[in-house]
């Protein structure tokens, strides 16, 4: 059974900084491009970042040079350095592959980590 398993969200201050770790499976991690997603409070969910097995990048126009997407293959993991965190950030973080997971003909999702950005 496919888990993906989110952790490292807090609550931090705005301006400073969380780092997100996700746990995937091999099979998972080692041929596809993988991702953060966020949801945050009365929106959709949304891609924050994404990394592909060769390590390009891309980021959402709102975390550019705040967020680092990163991944280690020996781990099988993958990383969200975010610094100078806003109240705006505050949301679900979710890691997943670019498109999410299909199981059983609907999206897969795992539990998230919780990142709140307050004073």
């Known amino acids: 059974q496919v888990q993906l398993v989110e952790s490292g969200g807090d609550l931090v201050q705005p301006g400073g900084s969380l780092r997100l770790s996700c746990v995937v499976p091999?099979?998972?991690?080692?041929?596809?491009?993988m991702g953060w997603y966020r949801r945050l409070s009365g929106k959709a969910r949304e891609e924050v970042a994404r990394i592909t097995v060769g390590s390009i990048t891309r980021y959402h126009n709102s975390v550019k040079g705040r967020f680092t997407i990163s991944r280690d293959a020996a781990k099988k993991s993958l990383y969200l350095q975010m610094n100078s965190l806003k109240t705006e950030d505050t949301g679900v973080y979710y890691c997943n592959t670019i498109p999410a997971l299909i199981m059983r003909s609907q999206e897969y999702w795992g539990q998230g980590t919780q990142v709140t950005v307050s004073s």
């Open positions: 091999e099979d998972i991690f080692g041929s596809n491009t």
